[in-house]
Nanobody, 127 residues
Framework: QVQLVESGGGLVQAGGSLRLSCAAS????????MGWFRQAPGKEREFVAA????????YYTNSVKGRFSFSRDNAKNTVYLQMNSLKPEDTAVYYC????????????????????WGQGTQVTVSS
């Protein structure tokens, strides 16, 4: 069992930056690929980014490529989403998710692939 807690959301003007964190606790001795997802009002949950356990492989949805950066510090059981050049369309509740994996380089771009989810943190970008 793994518990995930996101933090770092808030209100920012367009063009600004935020850094989201997701701290994991519980059975963190296993390898976990991680993902970030978001859900805007009236919209379905959307994939944002994925990272392998090693941190060496990342994958981003096209709308955030070049602006968002996914990283992890396994020693701290924490992953980060650095969000730069934020746009109003980035406004959403952001969730982190974890999936146990055998392979340090595996990553997953779909929500159904994940075993554990955080509670979400609100990101609001004003125009």
């Amino acid at each position: 069992q793994v518990q995930l807690v996101e933090s770092g959301g808030g209100l920012v003007q367009a063009g600004g930056s935020l850094r989201l964190s997701c701290a994991a606790s519980g059975r963190t001795d296993s390898k976990y690929a991680m993902g970030w997802f978001r859900q805007a009002p009236g919209k379905e949950r959307e994939f944002v980014a994925a990272i392998s356990w090693s941190g060496g492989n990342t994958y981003y949805t096209n709308s955030v490529k070049g602006r968002f950066s996914f990283s992890r510090d396994n020693a701290k059981n924490t992953v980060y989403l650095q969000m730069n050049s934020l746009k109003p369309e980035d406004t959403a509740v952001y969730y982190c998710a974890a999936r146990a994996t055998y392979y340090s380089g595996s990553y997953y771009p779909t929500g159904s692939s994940y075993d554990y989810w955080g509670q979400g943190t609100q990101v609001t970008v004003s125009s």
